[in-house]
């Protein structure tokens, strides 16, 4: 499961998750990250461009959560860990939210981050069957593979410290053609379609350079 690959890699004590609220706030579901952040982390702050879930989220009573742009927000603070789960692809500058991230990481600190993998069987069968529209997520604006994502933080001045594929496929999710396709996939699939196949999300660990 993303959630706990990308626990996994996360240090604390001091945290924060860029596109805290996800794409709707899901206290409860195992898939919500930053639900899971904040029980191992409870002091962790959040930044969400989209004022209505953070709003819910305050409401709900979760603190240290702020309204800004991944691209420009300013904290006045460093931070242990970095953490940013499948909002990279969302980003018109995606360089500009990895120097502000630089900005507010510890010397020692990292960046944990997912992302779709663009080459995976599911990105295949939907481009296919939708093409021209051949992104299951009409608020995607890029696509990133090992080689691009590795390029784009090197030029960022950070070194990838490790990444992996992995499977994140939600079987919460609403869409009945996404939960049988989801349900094949961590079943049959196992058995059946090749690991690269199958994986649908990579995750990055970086670190600030030390050459730079």
Sequence with gaps: MRVQKILSHVTGPDVLDIGCAGHLPKPGSPYWLH????EKFPNIVGVDLNEVNVEVLKKQGFRDIYVASAESFELGK?????????????????????LQCKKHIKPDGRIVLSTPYVFSLFSFIYAFLKFPDTCENKEHAVWFCPRTLTELSNRSGFDVIHWELIEDYELDNPSIPYKIFAGLMVTVGRILIPGKLRKNAMVFVLTPSKNI
Excluded: Q, T
């Design 78 to 98: 460093k931070f242990d860990a970095i953490v940013s789960g499948e909002l990279i692809e969302h980003l018109s500058n995606p360089g500009l939210f990895l």
């Design 35 to 38: 639900g899971k952040l904040r």
